[in-house]
């Protein structure tokens, strides 16, 4: 079940202090409200009585989904105190028997951020592989690049679904408005056929990042 605590910041607006809720934990089946706030982006946003202005606040959250068998812990801060606490969950993992048979067959990711805990929960809900669906993102830089820029740094790529059926990428830039693009699934279903050996040779075992940085590693060894 979801764990709650209350909490108290300031606005960093108006410089008010205001009350929030700090979701340490959400399981599903069970915390169906806090799914959906997930999927809008609302679980983390904050709103200022005073002031009325609306912020997201970053803290660290559980996000387990016991139907579907993945666990997110989010962490937008990896600092000492939270690597220490995902290293000691990833050796209760190779130690503890009754945690292991209970998550057996689990996929276990950290995430920095709001959007990324979203566009993971998708991933995952409909049945992909995050993994492939990085190293598609690697695939469609140098046509975003092209559509945009090549100087036009970007912030985010985060795969969604399109509310007309099917899948697109949301891109999002420092100063100006974010652009969507199709997400070709037949790039995806060509990633998982030709890169299924590097990837599962290079996917950590327990709580790992699946990133950018992590596809790139991939696409190189590939390379090789």
């Not at 409909?126 to 993994?131: C, P, Y």
Request: aromatic share 10%.
């Amino acid at each position: 079940m979801a764990e709650l605590k209350k909490q108290k910041i300031t606005c960093p607006k108006c410089k008010r202090e205001v009350d929030i809720n700090v979701w340490t934990k959400v399981e599903l089946p069970y915390d169906a409200e806090q799914r959906e706030q997930v999927l809008r982006n609302m679980l983390f946003k904050v709103g200022c009585e005073t002031c009325k202005e609306t912020f997201t606040i970053a803290y660290k959250c559980q996000y387990n989904d016991m139907e579907r068998r993945f666990l997110l812990w989010v962490a937008p801060a990896m600092d000492e105190k939270t690597q220490n606490e995902i290293a000691a969950y990833n050796h209760r993992l190779t130690v503890d028997n009754t945690l292991r048979l209970a998550q057996g067959g689990y996929r276990y990711r950290i995430v920095r951020s709001d959007n990324e805990l979203r566009e993971k929960v998708i991933i995952f809900e409909d049945g992909l592989d995050d993994r492939f669906v990085e190293t598609m993102k690697i695939v469609y830089v140098p046509i975003i690049k092209n559509r945009v820029g090549i100087n036009v740094p970007i912030t985010g790529i985060y795969f969604d679904r399109k509310r007309s059926g099917g899948y697109q990428f949301i891109v999002t830039f420092v100063d100006r408005q974010p652009m969507c693009a199709d997400a070709n699934m037949e790039i995806y279903a060509d990633m998982t056929e030709k890169l299924r050996a590097v990837v599962e040779r290079e996917t950590p075992s327990g709580l790992c990042r699946i990133d950018a940085d992590w596809a790139l590693k991939v696409m190189m060894n590939k390379v090789e």
